[in-house]
């Protein structure tokens, strides 16, 4: 079964600086998409960026970008010039892309990081 | 465009009680999914879709049951609530052959068992 994990409960930025999330991942599977998801106190669950693990380039979305590194199964968040609004519970997530027993599509959420941004 | 709507938004039950969290998508997505969110354990998937008459298991899906008689529609029933099941409920669509996009999600239903 796959699992993600996300080593670091809560971290803590200044405005304006950069800060990196950490998470890693196990499967046996080569076919596959990672997510990162935000999660303000609004609750709603917010996409970030996204990764197919078949491309080796490293995501990239404005202030957010990925380190990828699959032989590793490592899918880290780098958050650049770090804002206010920006605090919040971000979740890595795994998506696995084959149809083993109708799991195809679900997400599987590790435990969140809480990120606050500090002024 | 309304996405995923979830209803109620909050919700106190007593033990013993039942009810259904309601979740309907105008998208046309054919995946649909329920997860519960418990403090520091991330989301965990009690039941999902993959169309209209079909469902199945996730995780944790004791407690609980679901259908899918439309594509719009995966409303999610609470049989005989216990405190165990204390939780923010998500409910999230997809089209998987579109995976990259991931999930649109709604907005959750905090429910208390007391």
């Known amino acids: 079964a796959q699992t993600v994990t996300q080593s670091q409960p809560e971290m803590s930025v200044q405005e304006a600086e950069t800060v990196t999330l950490s998470c890693t991942y196990d499967t046996s599977e080569n076919n596959y998409y990672l997510f990162w998801y935000k999660q303000p106190p609004s609750r709603q669950m917010i996409l970030v960026i996204r990764q197919e693990a078949y491309k080796q380039q490293n995501a990239t979305e404005n202030r957010f970008s990925v380190n990828f590194q699959k032989a590793a199964k490592s899918f880290s968040l780098k958050i650049s010039d770090s804002q206010l609004g920006d605090t919040a519970m971000y979740f890595c997530a795994f998506m696995n892309l084959m149809n083993y027993g109708g799991s195809q599509g679900n997400l599987i959420f590790g435990k969140g990081t809480k990120l606050s941004v500090k002024p | 465009n309304a996405g995923v709507t979830q209803t109620p938004k909050f919700r106190i039950l007593k033990i013993g009680q039942s009810m259904t969290l309601q979740c309907t998508q105008d998208m046309n997505h054919n995946y649909m999914y329920w997860y519960r969110q418990d403090p520091g354990m991330g989301l965990k998937l009690i039941y999902y879709?993959?169309?209209?008459?079909?469902?199945d298991k996730g995780e944790v899906p004791n407690g609980y049951n679901v259908s899918r008689s439309t594509t719009e529609d995966f409303p999610l029933r609470l049989e005989l609530a216990a405190p165990s099941q204390t939780s923010v409920y998500f409910c999230?669509?997809?089209?998987?052959?579109?995976?990259?996009?991931?999930?649109?999600f709604g907005s959750g239903t905090r429910l208390t068992v007391v």
């Open positions: 999230a669509s997809s089209y998987v052959s579109q995976g990259a996009d991931g999930y649109t």
């Open positions: 879709s993959v169309g209209a008459g079909i469902t």
